[in-house]
């Protein structure tokens, strides 16, 4: 229990997949100017990466090892993961038809988010139980929902500043987001 527990602190703080790693950044930039909408991908993410993680580690043992077919690992992940996220998509147009407008192209582009096929990738590599590998996708998932809050916050809050002319829009978008990742470096030190 206290390995999972180390994992999950671990995905969420240390290695944060957009403020450590670098990966889902275009969701990140893109979707994380209102907070209700950045709530909603991250939301969304979060769904698919767990669940991508649980039928990915399945897939890789008990299809592609048995079959010596390892090599194809990342088109049978991006297939799985492009399932997830066609399965996502229908639920969200059904049931929160505002939220699925306000995702708009970033909700089809989770299929080739970085965060997504790297999460279920790092699960493999790592050699972590079906559990464990859960466990780390759904708390990387977790880090990623906590950097599109936490960022759309910024963002909304620098709606309401005084910005010089030359620094609105990307330039103070990109500043803001590498101080944020830098307060995350800080986590680095932890250890368990």
Request: glycine share 8%.
């Amino acid at each position: 229990m206290a390995n999972l527990f180390v994992i999950a602190i671990t995905a969420i703080l240390m290695e944060n997949f957009v403020l450590s790693k670098f990966l889902g950044i275009c969701p990140f930039l893109g979707v994380s100017k209102k907070l209700d909408t950045a709530l909603g991908m991250g939301a969304a993410v979060t769904f698919v990466m767990t669940l991508a993680a649980a039928v990915t580690w399945c897939v890789q043992h008990f299809l592609l090892e048995p079959l010596g077919l390892e090599y194809l690992q990342t088109i049978a992940f991006i297939l799985v993961i492009a399932a997830l996220v066609q399965f996502v998509e229908m639920a969200l147009m059904k049931l929160v038809p505002p939220l699925y407008e306000a995702l708009g192209i970033y909700l089809p582009l989770i299929t080739t988010n970085c965060a997504v096929l790297g999460s279920a990738i790092i699960v493999q590599t790592s050699g972590y139980s079906f559990i464990e590998g859960i466990v780390y996708a759904f708390a990387s998932a977790i880090g990623f929902l906590l950097a599109m809050i936490l960022f759309a916050g910024v963002r909304e809050r620098l709606e309401e500043c005084d910005i010089p002319e030359f620094m609105k829009g990307m330039p103070i978008t990109l500043v803001s987001a590498s101080l944020l990742s830098l307060a995350f470096f800080g986590f680095q030190g932890l250890s368990f």
